[in-house]
């Protein structure tokens, strides 16, 4: 919530994270997705897109970081494509 009071539940299948002397500047989280993408990687990526908004909020506030500098990203498994969301 805007006060910060959440219970979160789910995981972050891959994040990377940057730091320049010693600092985070910026991180990359990749979820990994066993869809079947016959409709196209466009409605998954939309049907993702709160799910991962909400990963980059939680790490965020967890590394401490603007969340402008974290990048989320769909690997589509089936396809072998990974998406920016």
């Not at 959440?6 to 990749?30: E, N, Y």
Request: one cysteine or more.
């Amino acid at each position: 919530g805007e006060d910060g009071d959440a219970l979160w539940t789910g995981a972050m299948d891959r994040v990377v994270i940057r730091r320049k002397d010693g600092r985070i500047v910026s991180a990359d989280i990749i979820d990994h997705k066993t869809d079947d993408p016959a409709g196209g990687l466009e409605p998954l990526i939309e049907q993702y897109r709160s799910q991962m908004e909400s990963y980059r909020a939680v790490l965020a506030h967890q590394l401490d970081l603007d969340p402008d500098c974290i990048r989320c990203r769909l690997a589509f498994l089936r396809v072998g494509e990974v998406r920016d969301v």
